[in-house]
């Protein structure tokens, strides 16, 4: 059960687009298509933005969108905008049915 | 409005135990899969446990096997999470998360309850 492989941390501009990769193995990432991605900020409960690996929950702007490729899966984040600063993990469903976590990202929004 | 709350959490000793609870509001509780997901001070989330609608099926994270135990009362609207012989690397937020109807997502979540594992 190890974890899924995020950048420690990315940045952008204001306006620019990042992407967030999340990585694990054909008994998870690769395996399903049941990639979910959730933002954190500080001191909150998280939140979730994309499940699936490419469906927003109602109320989720479309400027976050979600993709998979093999066993890595991907988070963009189109027009950053400042309230975007928060950390990102990405999970999955397992071959063992139980679900993992990447180690998280921290967005910084310069 | 639907809302997860948690509660039980505090100071214990080393290899004491503690019985966290989670109590649903504003959907049908007996519908959904339910989680328990931790994060360590300055960490990040670590996925626990999760147990079925009805709790006939349960699953959980390696380090905590055997020493954890996640059930529901479906009857009480309340997830619980039974936890024994308690660690130091146990401290953590630990929160309460909703699985969808049929799906493998977490759409709710708690706020959390802290457990801080100190001698």
């Known amino acids: 059960q190890s974890a899924l492989t995020q950048p420690a941390s990315v940045s952008g501009s204001p306006g620019q687009s990042i992407a967030i990769s999340c990585t694990g193995t054909s008994s998870d990432v690769g395996g399903y298509n049941y990639v979910s991605w959730y933002q954190q900020h500080p001191g909150k409960a998280p939140k979730l933005m994309i499940y699936?690996?490419?469906n927003r929950p109602s109320g989720v702007s479309n400027r976050f969108s979600g993709s998979k490729s093999g066993n890595t899966a991907s988070l963009t984040i189109s027009g950053l905008q400042a309230e975007d600063e928060a950390d990102y993990y990405c999970s999955s469903y397992t071959s063992s049915s139980t679900r993992v976590f990447g180690g998280g990202t921290k967005l910084t929004v310069l | 409005q639907v809302q997860l709350v948690e509660s039980g959490g505090g100071v214990v000793q080393p290899g004491r135990s503690l019985r966290l609870s989670c109590e649903a509001s504003?959907?049908?509780?007996?519908?959904?899969?339910m989680h328990w997901v931790r994060q360590a001070p300055g960490q990040g989330l670590e996925w626990v446990a999760v147990?079925?609608?009805?709790?006939?099926?349960?699953y959980y994270t390696d380090s905590v096997k055997g020493r954890f135990t996640i059930s529901r009362d479906n009857s009480k609207n309340t997830l619980y999470l039974q936890v024994n012989s308690l660690k130091t690397e146990d401290t953590a937020v630990y929160y309460c998360?909703?699985?969808?109807?049929?799906?493998?997502?977490?759409?709710?979540w708690g706020k959390g309850t802290t457990v801080t594992v100190s001698s």
């Open positions: 147990i079925s609608y009805d709790g006939s099926h349960k």
């Open positions: 504003g959907f049908t509780f007996r519908n959904h899969a």
């Open positions: 699936d690996v490419n």
């Open positions: 998360a909703r699985e969808e109807w049929g799906q493998y997502y977490m759409d709710v």
